[in-house]
């Protein structure tokens, strides 16, 4: 198993607009204690996540980094651009039952130039 590749798949994956409109899907990718520091600067919950369940912006990603950091944890790092904003993303991702799910994730807007 290429376990940084499965990463990058699923991160692709969660902003796919056919994951984004599947609650269940949704439920399975998003550890239950989730928390996300948005953008926006808000603090997001598996609970915001899923009844804000629905389509997104159109996202851009590249520049993945994939840091195991042991036999069931990874720090995935990457850009992330929107025809609104440009910005860093990182996640951690932590195996729970042969399952990868997200516990966190953080969005930091980026300079226009970067």
Same mark, same amino acid.
């Given at each position: 198993?290429?376990?940084?590749?499965? %990463? =990058?798949?699923?991160?692709? #994956?969660?902003?796919? @607009? &056919?994951? !984004?409109?599947?609650?269940?899907?949704?439920?399975? %990718? =998003?550890?239950?204690?989730? #928390?996300?520091?948005? @953008? &926006?600067? !808000?603090?997001?919950?598996?609970?915001?996540?899923?009844?804000?369940?629905?389509?997104?912006?159109?996202?851009?990603? &590249?520049?993945?980094?994939?840091?195991?950091?042991?036999?069931?944890?990874?720090?995935?790092?990457?850009?992330?651009?929107?025809?609104?904003?440009?910005?860093?993303?990182?996640?951690?991702?932590?195996?729970?039952?042969?399952?990868?799910?997200?516990?966190?994730?953080?969005?930091?807007?980026?300079?226009?130039?970067?």
């Amino acid at each position: 198993m290429n376990i940084p590749q499965t %990463l =990058i798949d699923l991160e692709m #994956e969660l902003v796919s @607009s &056919s994951t !984004r409109a599947n609650a269940e899907r949704l439920n399975e %990718l =998003i550890a239950e204690d989730f #928390e996300e520091f948005g @953008s &926006s600067g !808000r603090v997001i919950t598996k609970s915001d996540v899923l009844k804000g369940a629905g389509p997104l912006s159109k996202y851009e990603l &590249s520049a993945f980094s994939v840091r195991l950091l042991g036999d069931k944890a990874a720090l995935v790092k990457y850009r992330a651009c929107t025809s609104a904003q440009r910005s860093y993303r990182s996640s951690v991702w932590v195996k729970h039952e042969d399952k990868w799910q997200m516990l966190h994730h953080q969005s930091t807007v980026a300079p226009s130039d970067a």
